[in-house]
C-alpha cells in the first residue's frame, strides 16, 4: 500500500486526539447500533409470538429458514457496501450526476440480482431444507412454505437496504436509521395481530416479515428520491457501464460476507441430527446473540473512520492506539454480555417455552458457548482494520478460515466426541476452539499490519 502524505506544512490533524479515542469509539457504536438493535430485536420478538403457539417444530422450522434467508441477506449487504461505497465517492469529487447514475444502476443491478436469487433458492428450498440442513418431517414442511412466502420479499429488501445505502453515502445517518426502524416498528405490530388475531399461526410471522420489506423500501426510496433526489432514471446502458466499478466492490463484500450463512448453514446440518429440540434451541440463541452483540457490529462500522483517518494524517501511534481500545470495548462489552446471559438464561427459557432438552441446550450456550463471542468479536475487530489499513484480502481470508477450518472440523469432531447425549455441547465448545484460533490469529494480524504500515510512513 502507498501512503501518500501532504507536505509538513499543510499536513492534515487527525480529529480523533489520542486521549478521546476510546470515548469517540464508544459514543460512534451507542449512535450506529440504535438501527441494528431495532431488526435483531423484532426478530427476537417474531420467535417470541411462534413460541407462544406451543408447538417446538414451529420454532425449528424457523429456524431452518432462517438459516436460507440470511444466504440472501448477506449477498444484499454486499450490494448496500457497493452502492453505498460508489456514491458516496463521487458525491465526495463532487460528481452529483454520476452520483445519481451510480446509484439508479446500483439499485437495478442489486434488484437482478435479488430477484435471480429468490427464485433460485425457491426453486431449490426444498432440496436445501432437505439435503444441507437435515430438516425432515413436520419443521422441514412448515419451514418450506416459511420460505415460499418470504423469499419473494427478498427483491425489495435488497432494494430498501440499497436505498439506506445510498442515504448513507450523503451523510444522512438519521434517515438511513429510519429505514430499519420503520420496518422494525411494522414489524413489532403486524407479527402478533397476524399471528393471534388472523389466527395464521407461524406463517402470519411470514407475511409480516414481506410487509416489513416492503416498509424497508417504501422509507428508503422516499429518502433517497424524493428527499435528497439522488436516484435518477436507470438504463441499459449505464448499469452496463457502472457494473464494473460497482461489482468491483460488491464482489468481494459479498464474498465475505456469505462465510459466516455459509458456516452457520453447517452448523445447523450438524445440529439437526440431534433432533428438533436441538435446533429449537439453536433458533433461540440464534435470536438472542444479535440482540446482545448487536453493539459489536456498530463498533466495527464505526472504528473504520477513526483508523482510516488517522492513517491519512501519518499518526501510527494513533492507529495502534485506536485499534487498541477498540480491542479493549469490543472483549469488555461481550464479558458483560456474557454475565448477562449467564443469570437471565432462565427468563430467556420461560419467554420461548422452552423446556426439556431445548431448555438445557439454551442454558448451556448461555453459559458456555456465548464464550465464542470473544474470539469473533476480535475477529470482527481486525477485519475492519483489514479493510481499512489496505489490507481486504486478509479479512477475506480470516473469514473464510474461520467459516470453514474454523468451524466444519471443530463443530464435527466436538459432536462426535459430545455423543448422542451431549454432541449439541461437544459443537458448541468445538465451535469455540476454532473461533479461539482464527480470532486470536486474526488480532497478531491486525497489528503486524499496523506495524508494517509504521515503517512504510517513516520512510516517506
Not at 489520542?18 to 450506529?32: I, K
Not at 460508489?86 to 465526495?92: D, F, H, I, K
Not at 486470536?440 to 510512513?457: E, N, Q, S
Amino acid at each position: 500500500m502507498t501512503v501518500v502524505t501532504a507536505p509538513a506544512a499543510v499536513r492534515p490533524r487527525a480529529v480523533f486526539t489520542e486521549g478521546s479515542l476510546l470515548r469517540h469509539v464508544a459514543v460512534m457504536t451507542a449512535t450506529g447500533s440504535i438501527g441494528l438493535m431495532a431488526i435483531f430485536f423484532v426478530d427476537l420478538l417474531s420467535l417470541f409470538y411462534v413460541s407462544r403457539l406451543g408447538d417446538q417444530s414451529l420454532k425449528a422450522a424457523v429456524g431452518y429458514a432462517s438459516q436460507i434467508l440470511f444466504l440472501a441477506m448477506s449477498i444484499n449487504i454486499g450490494f448496500t457496501i457497493a452502492v453505498s461505497a460508489t456514491v458516496s465517492r463521487a458525491l465526495g469529487a463532487g460528481d452529483r450526476p454520476r452520483a445519481r447514475r451510480l446509484a439508479a444502476s446500483g439499485l437495478a443491478i442489486a434488484a437482478l440480482a435479488a430477484a435471480i436469487i429468490a427464485v433460485a433458492l425457491l426453486v431449490c428450498r426444498g432440496q436445501m431444507l432437505e439435503y444441507a440442513l437435515h430438516a425432515r418431517g413436520r419443521a422441514g414442511e412448515v419451514a418450506n412454505q416459511f420460505l415460499a412466502i418470504t423469499l419473494p420479499a427478498n427483491v425489495p429488501m435488497a432494494v430498501g437496504m440499497c436505498f439506506s445505502g445510498v442515504l448513507r453515502a450523503t451523510g444522512d445517518a438519521r434517515r438511513a436509521m429510519y429505514v430499519t426502524l420503520a420496518g422494525g416498528a411494522v414489524t413489532a405490530f403486524t407479527d402478533p395481530l397476524l399471528i393471534f388475531g388472523f389466527g395464521m399461526g407461524v406463517y402470519g410471522a411470514a407475511w409480516a416479515t414481506v410487509i416489513s420489506r416492503l416498509v424497508f423500501l417504501g422509507v428508503g426510496a422516499y429518502g433517497a428520491i424524493f428527499v435528497h433526489d439522488l436516484v435518477a432514471r436507470p438504463d441499459w446502458r449505464s448499469m452496463w457501464r457502472d457494473f464494473r466499478p460497482i461489482m468491483g466492490i460488491g464482489f468481494p463484500s459479498i464474498l465475505a460476507n456469505l462465510a459466516t450463512p455459509v458456516a452457520a448453514v453447517y452448523i445447523t446440518r450438524v445440529i439437526s441430527d440431534f433432533g428438533e429440540a436441538a435446533v429449537a434451541a439453536t433458533a433461540t440463541t440464534d435470536r438472542v446473540v444479535p440482540v446482545a452483540f448487536g453493539v459489536i457490529f456498530a463498533l466495527t462500522g464505526s472504528i473504520g473512520p477513526i483508523l482510516g483517518q488517522n492513517l491519512g494524517a501519518r499518526l501510527m501511534p494513533r492507529v495502534r492506539r485506536a485499534l487498541t481500545d477498540s480491542f479493549l470495548l469490543a472483549v469488555g462489552y461481550v464479558l458483560v454480555a456474557w454475565a448477562v446471559l449467564f443469570l437471565v438464561s432462565p427468563w430467556i427459557n420461560w419467554a420461548f417455552d422452552a423446556t426439556g432438552e431445548n431448555a438445557r441446550l439454551v442454558t448451556f450456550f448461555c453459559r458456555y458457548g456465548v464464550a465464542a463471542w470473544v474470539f469473533i468479536t476480535c475477529l470482527f475487530v481486525a477485519n475492519t482494520a483489514f479493510n481499512n489499513l489496505g489490507s481486504p484480502l486478509l479479512a477475506t481470508a480470516f473469514n473464510w478460515g474461520r467459516a470453514t477450518l474454523g468451524t466444519i472440523p471443530f463443530a464435527t469432531i466436538g459432536a462426535r466426541l459430545g455423543g448422542p447425549d451431549h454432541g449439541v455441547e461437544g459443537a458448541m465448545l468445538g465451535i469455540t476452539a476454532g473461533a479461539a484460533i482464527f480470532g486470536l490469529g486474526a488480532v497478531a494480524a491486525a497489528y503486524w499490519v499496523t506495524a508494517r504500515l509504521a515503517k512504510r510512513v517513516e520512510t516517506l
